[in-house]
């Protein structure tokens, strides 16, 4: 299954890019400064589309207020009707605590991400990653990694067997590779770019080319 991950500037923009069963990323975090106290905000959770509401925290995160924003947006979006909430293995404690009371409260299942933007981890790390993640809440797993050699790669979609909880991702034009295999070896999904529109991670596949080579992929072994 594919993700298509929407970082765009405005909720009109969002709203016109969503279609109703679709199955997208809104990167919230990309939204305009302005856009964030937009009382139409919540509409783009109420589409009929699967969404994942996706905040990520400034670099530094040593800003109180949007700490504080990011929460309360988050909030909104489970209550909205958010398919899921993505929360980082490092937010803070009481930012986790809150969003996954939220989200417990609303039925809305918890994504605990870890992302690495230098490199790929040894396996033994990866496996304690998963650990936390799961003991910290998470109903699934999400790794995502820069992938700078082919064993970067193996090393990802090895995590997958037996772990239908688990989605890897390989960030950098080396990781195009785990976005296509991932799906076809057990991940629950796999993250794309929009046809026409920005990509949110570096070495992101638009969604229309992923699909197609998965089906070409699926009709050889039919």
Same mark, same amino acid.
């Given at each position: 299954?594919?993700?298509? *991950? ?11 890019? +969503? ?36 905040f990520r925290p400034l670099p530094d995160g040593s800003d109180a207020a949007a700490e504080t924003t990011r929460l309360a947006v988050l909030?909104?979006? +489970? ?5 899921? +909430? ?40 990866? #496996? ?58 057990? *991940? ?24 197609? #080579? ?6 050889? *072994?039919?």
């Amino acid at each position: 299954m594919i993700c298509i *991950s929407l970082g765009l500037p405005t909720i009109r923009q969002l709203m016109g890019s +969503v279609e109703p069963g679709g199955f997208y990323e809104i990167r919230l975090d990309l939204l305009k400064p302005s856009e964030l106290v937009n009382p139409n905000i919540d509409e783009v959770f109420r589409t009929g589309a699967r969404l994942i509401a996706t905040f990520r925290p400034l670099p530094d995160g040593s800003d109180a207020a949007a700490e504080t924003t990011r929460l309360a947006v988050l909030q909104r979006a +489970v209550g909205a009707g958010a398919a899921y +909430v993505d929360i980082e293995l490092d937010a803070p404690t009481a930012h986790r605590a809150a969003i996954l009371a939220t989200a417990k409260a609303h039925g809305c299942p918890v994504i605990i991400s870890y992302h690495d933007f230098e490199g790929t981890p040894a396996r033994d790390a990866m #496996i304690d990653i998963i650990e936390r993640s799961k003991a910290g809440g998470g109903d699934l797993v999400k790794i995502a990694c820069q992938v700078n050699s082919p064993d970067d790669c193996a090393r990802l979609l090895g995590l997958l067997d037996g772990r239908p909880d688990l989605v890897v991702t390989g960030m950098g034009p080396l990781g195009r590779i785990v976005r296509l295999a991932a799906p076809l070896l057990g *991940s629950p999904f796999t993250y794309a770019a929009p046809d026409d529109g920005p990509l949110t991670a570096p070495g992101q596949i638009r969604a229309g080319e992923l699909e197609q #080579i998965i089906q070409q992929i699926d009709s050889l *072994s039919s």
